[in-house]
């Protein structure tokens, strides 16, 4: 069922309250080290995963990483530089299936979509090959990197869902953490997020 409008219009106000308004100041065209940061700490809780206590910040440079694709090839964060990319946070398989029903409009969009799982690179490899996914998917087997990105849960030692937008120079451009959006929604969110940058 199709939702109306003045509901998105009221999940956009709700999130614009939480923090993504600080995800509309215009992206840097080089990197800068002196640009101005903004905090928004009640966007994300600190997550432990060993030691690691996360903190994603609008305006501040994404975490870095490395982790294995679903080709078994080795994939870092700063390989993404002069792309927008939207890192989306999963455990569970139909998260990532769904996906695929935005991927075309969000690289129209000038964003790649990359997935990051519990799920090993061979089953992601089956999964891509069994739905026809054409987008990145990366394995975090042990949840640290989600846990950087406060989207690990280590009560249950599970991935939360979540969607962190990366702009072309690694800074956060916006965060939605600890909840799973209908990709219809998450799109235009991301829509509405991009007419600022």
Do not use: W
Not at 86 to 98: D, T, V
Not at 112 to 141: C, N, T, Y
């Amino acid at each position: 069922m199709k939702r109306p409008i003045p509901y998105l219009v009221a999940l956009i106000s709700t999130l614009i309250a939480a923090g993504i308004a600080l995800a509309q100041a215009p992206e840097p065209k080089t990197p800068s080290p002196s640009a101005p940061t903004q905090t928004d700490k009640s966007q994300t809780p600190s997550t432990g995963y060993r030691g690691v206590n996360s903190q994603i910040s609008i305006g501040e440079s994404a975490p870095g990483f490395e982790l294995t694709n679903a080709n078994g090839k080795n994939v870092r964060l700063s390989s993404f530089v002069g792309t927008r990319i939207l890192l989306c946070f999963a455990e569970r398989r139909e998260m990532i299936s769904e996906l695929k029903a935005i991927v075309d409009s969000l690289g129209a969009s000038g964003v790649q979509l990359v997935v990051i799982a519990r799920d090993s690179p061979h089953s992601l490899k089956a999964l891509a090959e069994r739905d026809g996914l054409a987008f990145e998917m990366l394995s975090d087997p042990t949840g640290q990197i989600s846990a950087m990105y406060a989207s690990y849960d280590p009560g249950t030692s599970s991935i939360r869902p979540g969607y962190v937008l990366v702009g072309r120079t690694n800074l956060v451009r916006m965060a939605i953490l600890g909840q799973r959006l209908p990709p219809g929604e998450l799109l235009e969110i991301i829509r509405y997020v991009l007419t600022a940058l």
